[in-house]
């Protein structure tokens, strides 16, 4: 059942849905209405008795999802795929990248790390936007904002847009760190916004070993059979969406 649902822009809409049971950020749910289809979705909060789902009007599911509000009702079925594991990031100075939706799959961890500060040596988030209307999560970067280090970027803005216009690329270069070996990036965004932003933190002497991606490609039946997002031996559904740099860096398509 939808128990909420909270509008980001024109196309985003955040559905928290009911739910009981163990879920990690980064994993997913294929979410489907009979004879209309269904579509992989990201996590992008969890509490008690429910999960959100940020959802982008792009297709045929989607908008009849959006003709779903408050006390109706959906197909769900997962969590599939693995997830960012929080503990193994904690102790270590924490980076997270993202670009637009991106932002959706890492909300949990960014949320977890700005609830528990200590359990970091500091946490900084780089997220970037298309414009300022585009911006998600508004009411948590306020909040995430007043515990941890945020850039929070826009690719393009009016004169008077007063925050950080770039690329998230711009703003890695002047990251500083007491011990580079014991950081921890995390960078969800789209394929070309990936691979840059991995060559940026290349740049600064991370170790492969020390930085995590979420491949959301081409999933489509969520338990590995039909195929789609199959890239060699890996199926993105099963294997991923979230990889060590050192698997994904070997994962061609």
């Known amino acids: 059942m939808i128990l909420d649902v909270k509008k980001h822009t024109d196309l985003e809409y955040t559905f928290r849905m009911e739910y009981q049971g163990e879920v990690k950020p980064g994993q997913f749910f294929e979410l489907s209405i009979p004879k209309f289809g269904e579509a992989p979705i990201s996590v992008s909060g969890i509490g008690d008795g429910y999960v959100e789902f940020t959802i982008r009007r792009v297709g045929k599911v989607t908008n009849e999802i959006f003709e779903n509000y408050v006390g109706d009702r959906f197909f769900m079925r997962g969590p599939y795929g693995n997830g960012f594991d929080v503990n193994l990031y904690k102790g270590k100075e924490v980076v997270i990248i993202a670009g637009g939706t991106g932002v959706s799959p890492v909300r949990g961890v960014i949320d977890y790390f700005a609830k528990h500060t200590d359990e970091a040596v500091n946490t900084t988030v780089i997220a970037g936007f298309k414009s300022p209307k585009d911006v998600l999560f508004r009411d948590d970067f306020a909040f995430w904002k007043e515990q941890i ?64 991606v979420s491949y959301e490609r081409k999933m489509c039946c969520g338990l590995g059979k039909c195929g789609h997002c199959r890239i060699g031996d890996k199926y993105v559904c099963v294997d991923g969406p979230v990889f060590s740099y050192v698997e994904a860096k070997e994962l061609i398509d």
Do not use: H
């Open 149 to 212: 280090n945020v850039i929070q970027t826009v690719d393009g803005a009016p004169e008077d847009y007063e925050g950080p216009v770039g690329m998230v690329t711009k703003y890695i270069p002047d990251l500083t760190f007491t011990d580079v070996s014991n950081t921890a990036f995390i960078c969800v965004g789209p394929p070309v916004m990936i691979r840059f932003t991995v060559m940026e933190i290349q740049k600064l002497g991370v170790p492969e070993e020390n930085i995590w």
